[in-house]
T-cell receptor, first 111, second 118 residues
Framework: KNEVEQSPQNLTAQEGEFITINCSYS?????LHWLQQHPGGGIVSLFM???GKKKHGRLIATINIQEKHSSLHITASHPRDSAVYIC?????????????FGEGTQLTVNP | GAGVSQSPSNKVTEKGKDVELRCDPI?????LYWYRQSLGQGLEFLIY????????KSGLPSDRFSAERTGGSVSTLTIQRTQQEDSAVYLC????????????????FGPGTRLTVT
């Protein structure tokens, strides 16, 4: 079993829909990232959080440390949101600040 | 300011040849990471440098892989006697110091080097 599990693997939505991507992890963490990878391969960090909730524009990330679960929400989705969204954690159980990644969620938003 | 840069952006090599991949981190970042993303798979950790400390090499898949970081800045990932299974996108990331444990700084990723072994 992977230390970081994401669901769903693939998600197709219509423009304007509210989207949720889930991430569950099995290790103790000090931080969790949500990353966005565009078709060209570049990776952008969307959020880094260790508790509570963060919001940036139409994106919202929440984390529940007790339940070892995080969600990424996209409100009023747009075709330009189409990308792979990756959850990654920094675990207390590994040295340094290396990240352990989920498999990613491929999001396609149709116009 | 400038982000993390990597070169080359694409590399095609024949099986058995050696390759070198380069990463220029953001100026002032003391931590540097190499990750690999194989086709259809998630990202996996390879190696981590933190200042002058010994690197964490625990993610390197075989002894054909090595990396160094000169002068605490530029890093080179070397793959000797490349195999087809080495084909992947190799990503570099950097951050400010990651110690002590109760502080954690965001990692910034480079654009990656796409390696194809034929």
């Amino acid at each position: 079993k992977n230390e970081v599990e994401q669901s769903p693997q693939n998600l197709t939505a219509q423009e304007g829909e509210f989207i949720t991507i889930n991430c569950s992890y099995s290790v103790g963490i000090s931080a969790l990232h949500w990353l966005q990878q565009h078709p060209g391969g570049g990776i952008v960090s969307l959020f880094m959080l260790s508790s509570g909730k963060k919001k940036h524009g139409r994106l919202i990330a929440t984390i529940n440390i007790q339940e070892k679960h995080s969600s990424l929400h996209i409100t009023a989705s747009h075709p330009r949101d189409s990308a792979v969204y990756i959850c990654a954690v920094r675990s207390w159980e590994t040295s340094g600040s290396r990240l352990t990644f989920g498999e990613g969620t491929q999001l396609t938003v149709n116009p | 300011g400038a982000g993390v840069s990597q070169s080359p952006s694409n590399k095609v090599t024949e099986k058995g040849k050696d390759v070198e991949l380069r990463c220029d981190p953001i100026s002032g970042h003391t931590a540097l990471y190499w990750y690999r993303q194989s086709l259809g798979q998630g990202l996996e950790f390879l190696i981590y440098f933190q200042g002058n400390s010994a690197p964490d090499k625990s993610g390197l898949p075989s002894d054909r892989f090595s990396a160094e970081r000169t002068g605490g800045s530029v890093s080179t990932l070397t793959i000797q006697r490349t195999q087809q299974e080495d084909s992947a996108v190799y990503l570099c990331a950097s951050s400010f110091t990651s110690e002590p444990r109760d502080r954690y700084y965001e990692q910034y990723f480079g654009p990656g080097t796409r390696l194809t072994v034929t």
